[in-house]
Nanobody, 123 residues
């Protein structure tokens, strides 16, 4: 499966963005689809994930209440709505798919990765 991330950009603190992760090559069935982010000089970190089978979600603590992950079955696409953005949210955001069908925050468990989209939040 190929993943295409889009929707990044430059936004002021307090603003919003919606990232999209479109899949091609096959239709999702039971995968876990996640968003990770990587700031310059930092490790890639987990942000949020959604199960394609049961809609269950998982969020990193710093984004709970501000970010919402969702999916569109018809478009085979996962979204990350980001509200109340902060300068510390600045990073390249990547979507990834894990075929193990179990929620995990470990990036090494994810089998497929998109190319990343830059999110920059100015103060």
């Amino acid at each position: 499966v190929q993943l295409q991330a889009s929707g990044g950009g430059l936004v002021q603190a307090g603003g919003s963005l919606r990232l999209s992760c479109a899949a091609s090559g096959r239709t999702f069935s039971r995968e876990i689809i996640a968003w990770f982010r990587q700031a310059p000089g930092e490790e890639r970190e987990f942000v949020a994930a959604i199960s394609w089978s049961d809609y269950s979600t998982d969020y990193e603590d710093s984004v709970k209440g501000r970010f919402t992950i969702s999916r569109d079955n018809a478009k085979n696409t996962v979204y990350l709505r980001m509200n109340s953005l902060k300068p510390e949210d600045t990073a390249v955001y990547y979507c990834a798919a894990d075929e193990s069908y179990v929620h995990t925050r470990n990036r090494y468990n994810y089998d497929h990765w998109g190319q990343g989209t830059q999110v920059t939040v100015s103060s």
